[in-house]
């Protein structure tokens, strides 16, 4: 028999693992909840048509396709299956897909509502996305996106809230992190400086992967997109810029002072910089030029996060779409959004022994009734005790007190309450400590107070 197996790129979590994992999505959750963020979920598979075009045309190779139900090869013809072209065929059997990211579904949603939602709407969204991608490490097919949007306001004050909600996660995680900063606008006015205002899908792409490939490696892939010698060594120089922020700017600002465009993201920087003078974040924030995140969606501010002590990807993403709803009819309402990754947060978390004890989401005490009338002494206290909020279990079978203990020190049970002949006369519990060995006999009615302060 066949071992069973998942797909590459995804993964099952242990009880163990699910607890940590509950601990992020809480704390990104609790920090989007205090910004004003309302929760909504979408569903898991989109009609083909929300989908495509909007990620590139690499965003739409790595979509998952779902067959038609049903006898979805009847309209297919004998000739058009010997040509064998898997693209035109793919686009008569399916039309869903599962989504790519949460930020098209949601601007699905808003134009689906518009007549029921306030604007400005601010919206925050935590579910899994899938993507064909080649599983490595730090990338997986299926992961969790913790997003959150706020959409229907062109003002800047968004784009700084967003540092805030960012700073203030990581805060929370104790993960220290550089938030990296560009601005679609500028990388169009670099466009138009090096003379190839047309090719800014292209050079973006390309200039996205410079800390992955190295800057060889992206002149070649310029190259091999045609984008002429002299605007490659004109580019150069532009993606080397070294200094402060404000050095990297006023440099900037000279390359540039021929694009009113170019000129136009340079302010908008400056302005979201300028609020985190006022009310300054901890993290390190660094102007980027390389950053473009590849996604055509993006009109303004783009935003990354990176983690300064884990050898991993960017583990935050986003930044400004002026009209993504446009695609869907629904004109001239622009957004700005961040997605969190859960599982590469997860990761770091893991790789720098970050996170919490988390014993609070264990089983904090395990009844081990010896016999029948044992049993039914513990069930009302069982119930007492949960409802007084005590994480608390009962050994649901008739077993020597040795397997009992076994299944506690197992499962990291730290007390169990053992019930037998001696303990229903006195109307108590022999309470031991799995940690110290301790045991000591309570009485029912002070149960509760023990337990608890055994934990704090």
């Known amino acids: 028999m066949q071992k069973p197996s998942i797909p590459k790129g995804t993964r099952d979590f242990s009880p163990d693992e699910m607890a940590k994992r509950n601990y992020i999505f809480d704390t990104v959750s609790a920090v989007f909840r ?25 965003g739409d190779k790595l979509l998952f396709r779902i067959l038609n139900s049903g006898d979805f090869m009847s309209d297919i013809s004998t000739a058009e299956l010997l040509q064998k072209n898997s693209i035109k065929l793919t686009n008569k059997i399916s039309g869903k897909g599962l989504r790519y990211d949460l930020t098209v579904p949601f601007a699905r949603f808003v134009v689906q509502n518009r007549d029921k939602l306030i604007f400005p709407f601010k919206r925050f969204q935590i579910q899994p996305v899938w993507r064909a991608d080649r599983p490595q490490k730090g990338r997986y097919r299926e992961f969790y996106q913790c997003d959150a949007d706020m959409i229907g306001s062109d003002s800047l004050i968004n784009e700084f809230e967003l540092l805030q909600i960012i700073d203030e996660v990581f805060n929370r995680l104790k993960i220290k992190v550089v938030i990296k900063l ?16 047309q090719r800014i899908v292209d050079i973006t792409v390309a200039i996205d992967k410079l800390d992955k490939t190295g800057l060889e490696n992206v002149k070649k892939e310029l190259e091999e997109k045609n984008i002429p010698p002299e605007a490659i060594n004109k580019l150069q120089p532009v993606l080397e810029l070294k200094g402060t922020n404000v050095e990297k700017l006023s440099k900037l600002k000279n390359i ?13 920087i400056e302005t979201v910089m300028g609020y985190t003078k006022n009310v ?10 390389t950053l473009a995140r590849g996604l055509n969606y993006y009109t303004g501010t783009i935003i990354e996060v990176k983690a300064l002590d884990a050898e991993i990807g960017s583990i935050t993403g986003g930044g400004r779409y002026d009209n993504l709803t446009g695609v869907f009819g629904m004109e001239r309402i622009s957004g700005v959004g961040i997605s969190f990754g859960a599982d590469r947060i997860y990761d770091v978390l893991n790789q720098l022994d970050l996170f919490p004890d988390n014993s609070a989401n264990k089983t904090q005490l395990l009844f081990a009734p010896f016999g029948k009338n044992e049993l039914n002494f513990c069930l009302p206290l069982l119930q007492k005790l949960r409802k007084a909020g005590i994480c608390t279990e009962i050994y649901p079978e008739q077993a020597k007190l040795k397997k009992q203990l076994s299944y506690a020190d197992s499962n990291k049970i730290n007390l169990v309450a053992i019930v037998g002949e001696n303990e229903l006369q006195n109307n108590s519990v022999s309470l031991k400590n799995m940690i110290t060995g301790e045991q000591n006999e309570v009485k029912i009615n002070d149960l509760p107070e023990t337990v608890i302060s055994n934990y704090n």
């Open 34 to 58: 205090v910004y004003g963020f309302k929760q909504i979920e979408t569903p898991a598979m989109e009609n083909l048509t929300t989908l495509l075009g909007k990620y590139g045309d690499e």
């Open 182 to 197: 560009n601005n679609r606008k500028i990388l169009s006015g670099i466009a138009e400086f090096i003379g190839e205002p």
């Open 256 to 268: 540039l002072s021929n694009s009113k465009t170019g000129l136009k993201g340079i302010d908008e």
């Open 280 to 289: 300054p974040v901890a993290s390190e924030i660094e102007l980027d030029l």
